[in-house]
């Protein structure tokens, strides 16, 4: 041993293995010169001689650990949504149904929250908050330097503090909070403030006067609804009897989440409806109000809800993304298996002429499981290291979740574990595998394949495979969906279109009217097409109550847009001079409520005539069907009448750098102390941003299919080098009665395209089932096209026939003499 040339003196790899045994007193054992020396020196005899089967384990396994960890990272994120607030499993938020509506509504208004609050001693806490979180202006003065911000604010009642978990870092809310005070993060305490105490400071509301600071909390972690933005105090008579101003979210906390399904029941029986909503209202009429709680974690995943802000995701998306990581974990494992097994006959004689010196059969199958143990948990090192590289590439931008290892130390210890066990499972095999043999057979040189393991790499590297199919399939779909739902028409000409969210100022629209490239410019209170859901209207008509989207706009803006009104006529200046304004519904609306042209509807602080009706223009995402919609033209009596989105027309042919340049620096003229926050944008960029989930979702498929494909190639590698190498002397008594190197090329590729036909015609319906369900997140969906699986079964087929003509053509141009006597 001391003059081997495989001294574990000379190796790294042996004093990792000698620290280890100290670590485990092992020193001590009698078995220590009978063990570790011979697994140590197996382990640099492997490294030394198998350099690129080394590399290629590390590298297959390294990658499989660091996506493993990034799913289930953002799993955990997923999973854990608002489970982090005391008593999460108490709290619920309130919703309501009107008339047998297929879905709820989250707002309610606020005298009906405060009503139900009263209603049972088991709600022992209630929180109001306005619907929408606005921007909100700011600025700090230091050193004699105005500084400008942009933050989010929320209105809340104190309630919303007592719901809700807020750790705070300063100051308290035991007290009502009084208008002029806020609440902020400590993120934006630190901003603000640097490391100066905060409460009592001001920041100064562009438009609302000084705000002194009452507290600081200790940011939210990303996974809650409960974002971190300014608190203001929501004022005490605020629409406090006004119960037809459906505008507010209401969440409560129970003393029991056993008893939030019978306060319903009791808010019936202690509460007279009719004395709100008139003599004739009946609690059990089909139409009658019902109400639902949302338990807390509920909500993110919540899909039959309307006017819902709340983040949102999928269970669906978490089992698909849970099954990929156990999927890519397999995959790696089975490789590894392959790998190990795929050294036998380079192996064999060693390891039996180790057994005929006296080596226990005991001690080289704990050599080669400790072999593919120290091979894991050196690819999960390496891991580690590709996912903090991962958090610097823009790819991080698909996952939502905090990659910072010390946040989520269960699921970085957990790999840890995984690690080890795949080092366990994948050497078992192997090691007995390699001793199977007799070692006077093995020396005589009558090694072989048995039947019984080829069809167990066969079934291993099937399910590669299979996974690879159904993954490719999934991405691919994934794909023309998002192609689907950015180039379909939407019923509107949103070509050669600029869109700039800032409020409608004469003096800007002139400036920009002024450059040759425009040709014309609306307004508009929302973007088209920009959202899942726009503010919606209930109203009386024809003695029923229709409810539908309402977008307020400019009576120019269907011309500029390029929508064509199908009956009556478009908005006209009159409109605008008129006491209540217009409406001109869409089909889906005229359809379900019979409307007809002439008649009014009561909008605003009068009625309103329709005037027109169009076809269903895809106003809202193409997640959701199209629902009954009006554009509205305020008139001189109304509350609203604050377009805040420019619509700019190039002229065919402008120059379409040239004009988004013109209206940038119109901004930063115009608006000096603001334009950074202002947004210039094509529309084509307002459907990029519209879709980002989906894409995020497409990419993260497509990126992890490649990892698989990967793995699996590396897999497909191994068991070629294995059929090789075994069948070497089969190949030379080939050439040598005449065949050619072509002809034995394609007697292993018919064997492996074999293989592939079974496991697509397994992975197809595995893959049309799970595209299937995740299209029904859609209203409008890509047809599912034939050719995606002949393209995904040509990529794998492609890649497996190079990697098996690489491997055999060079064994099957070696000199087959040699490799006669090689056996």
Not at 195 to 202: S, Y
């Amino acid at each position: 041993m001391k003059n081997s040339k495989f001294s574990p003196k000379k190796c790294f790899v042996c004093d990792f293995f000698l620290i280890f045994a100290k670590t485990l007193k092992l020193e001590n054992l009698k078995i220590k010169n009978n063990i570790m020396k011979p697994i140590i020196r197996n382990l640099v005899s492997v490294i030394r001689r198998f350099k690129l089967a080394a590399a290629l384990n590390i590298l297959g396994l390294s990658v499989a650990f660091a996506a493993f960890m990034v799913i289930m990272i953002q799993v955990e994120h997923d999973y854990g949504f608002d489970r982090f607030h005391k008593d999460y499993d108490k709290i619920f938020r309130v919703e309501a149904n009107w008339r047998q509506s297929s879905e709820w509504s989250v707002y309610i208004s606020r005298p009906h929250a405060e009503r139900f609050f009263e209603s049972s001693p088991h709600i022992v806490a209630g929180a109001i908050a306005q619907s929408n979180e606005g921007n909100h202006f700011f600025w700090v003065e230091n050193d004699g330097v105005r500084n400008l911000y942009r933050e989010n604010g929320l209105v809340v009642t104190p309630g919303f503090f007592d719901v809700f978990t807020f750790d705070f870092v300063e100051g308290s809310v035991e007290e009502q909070i009084a208008p002029g005070s806020i609440i902020i993060p400590l993120s934006m305490s630190r901003k603000y403030f640097e490391n100066e105490p905060a409460v009592g400071k001001q920041l100064n509301h562009n438009g609302w006067g000084p705000q002194t600071v009452r507290a600081v909390y200790r940011d939210f972690p990303l996974n809650s609804i409960v974002n971190n933005v300014i608190y203001f105090a929501m004022q005490p008579h605020e629409n406090r009897e006004s119960w037809q101003n459906h505008n507010y979210n209401t969440y409560i906390r129970v003393n029991q989440a056993s008893n939030a399904p019978m306060l319903f029941d009791n808010f019936k029986r202690t509460f007279d409806g009719a004395l709100v909503w008139g003599e004739d209202f009946d609690w059990d009429a089909p139409e009658a109000l019902k109400m639902r709680l949302t338990p807390l974690p509920e909500i993110y995943y919540a899909t039959d809800t309307m006017y819902d802000n709340a983040p949102k995701g999928s269970k669906q998306l978490m089992s698909i993304l849970f099954a990929i990581a156990i999927v890519i974990i397999a995959i790696a494992g089975i490789n590894f298996t392959n790998f190990t097994t795929a050294l036998t006959p380079m192996r064999i004689k060693n390891i039996n002429t180790q057994r005929v010196l006296g080596a226990f059969q005991s001690t080289i199958r704990l050599s080669i499981i400790a072999e593919a143990v120290f091979f894991s948990l050196l690819s999960y090192i390496i891991a580690l290291l590709l996912v903090l590289q991962f958090k610097n590439t823009s790819l991080v931008e698909l996952i939502n979740a905090d990659l910072t290892f010390s946040a989520k130390p269960i699921i970085v210890g957990g790999t840890a574990i995984v690690a080890f066990l795949v080092g366990i499972f994948a050497g078992a095999y192997p090691s007995l595998y390699m001793t199977s043999f007799e070692p006077a057979m093995v020396l005589k040189g009558s090694f072989g394949l048995s039947p019984k393991g080829k069809k167990i790499r066969n079934t291993l590297i099937g399910i590669q495979f299979v996974a690879s199919f159904a993954l490719i399939i999934g991405a691919l779909f994934m794909y023309l969906q998002n192609h689907f739902m950015l180039n379909s028409p939407l019923g509107f000409d949103r070509d050669e279109l600029i869109v700039v969210n800032v409020g409608m100022r004469d003096d800007f629209t002139r400036k920009l009217m002024e450059f040759p490239g425009v040709e014309e410019i609306t307004f508009g209170d929302n973007l088209l097409s920009g959202s899942d859901r726009y503010m919606g209207w209930g109203r009386p008509y024809k003695g029923g109550m229709i409810n539908f989207h309402v977008l307020p706009v400019h009576y120019t803006f269907l011309n500029v847009t390029g929508i064509a009104v199908s009956e009556g006529r478009d908005f006209r200046w009159e409109d605008v001079g008129s006491n209540h304004g217009a409406f001109i519904f869409n089909q889906a609306a005229k359809q379900k409520y019979d409307l007809e042209l002439g008649a009014t509807i009561s909008a605003a602080r009068g009625d309103a005539e329709i005037i027109g009706f169009i076809p269903d223009v895809k106003f809202a995402s193409f997640r959701l069907a199209v629902e009954p919609m009006a554009f509205y033209v305020w008139g001189t009596e109304n509350w609203g009448n604050h377009p805040q989105c420019y619509y700019i027309r190039l002229n065919a042919g402008a120059d379409k750098r040239a004009v988004m340049s013109h209206v940038k620096a119109t901004l930063v003229e115009l608006y000096p102390d603001f334009h950074p926050f202002l947004e210039a944008l094509f529309y084509d960029e307002v459907l990029q941003s519209l879709y980002e989930t989906e894409k995020s979702l497409s990419s993260l498929i497509t990126l992890f299919s490649m990892l698989a494909i990967f793995i699996s190639i590396v897999g497909v590698f191994g068991l070629v080098v294995f059929d090789s190498e075994c069948r070497r002397k089969e190949i030379g008594i080939r050439k040598v009665h005449g065949a050619s190197t072509l002809g034995i090329v394609m007697m292993f590729n018919k064997a492996y395209f074999k293989i592939l036909a079974v496991c697509f015609i397994l992975a197809a319906p595995l893959a049309w089932y799970a595209v299937t369900r995740w299209l029904e997140n859609f209203a409008y969906k890509t047809p599912m096209y034939w050719w995606v699986y002949l393209l995904a079964f040509a990529a794998v087929a492609s890649i497996t026939v190079c990697t098996v003509t690489f491997q055999n053509w060079k064994v099957a141009n070696d000199d087959p003499v040699k490799s006669i006597k090689s056996e």
